[in-house]
Nanobody, 117 residues
Framework: QVQLVESGGGLVQPGGSLRLSCAAS????????MGWYRQAPGKQRELVAE???????RYTDSVKGRFTISRDNAKNTVYLQMNSLKPEDTAVYYC???????????WGQGTQVTVSS
């Protein structure tokens, strides 16, 4: 059974930092492209950042220079370090695991991030 379990969300003031974690089980983690998505109220889910099996990364423009995605294949975990947070970063953040070659795509349950003073 595949599980992606996110943690690390919460309430933070503008300018603050949070680190999200996503622990995966039931998949051969090192083969998967891992991504972080977010969905704000009334908006579509969007890709925030992703990291390939080889460690290449890409980010949506609004978080470049502020967020960093990383992975630890030994711990089957992907991280999202979020710095200089803004109110517009408020959303539910979801972890995603994708292995396009075999059509596997999995989602976590989401973790709420609220940026407010």
């Amino acid at each position: 059974q595949v599980q992606l379990v996110e943690s690390g969300g919460g309430l933070v003031q503008p300018g603050g930092s949070l680190r999200l974690s996503c622990a995966a089980s039931g998949i051969i983690f090192r083969f998967y492209v891992m991504g972080w998505y977010r969905q704000a109220p009334g908006k579509q889910r969007e890709l925030v950042a992703e990291i390939t099996s080889g460690g290449s990364t890409r980010y949506t423009d609004s978080v470049k220079g502020r967020f960093t995605i990383s992975r630890d294949n030994a711990k089957n975990t992907v991280y999202l370090q979020m710095n200089s947070l803004k109110p517009e970063d408020t959303a539910v953040y979801y972890c995603n695991a994708d292995l396009l070659s075999v059509g596997n795509n999995y989602w976590g349950q989401g973790t709420q991030v609220t940026v407010s003073s």
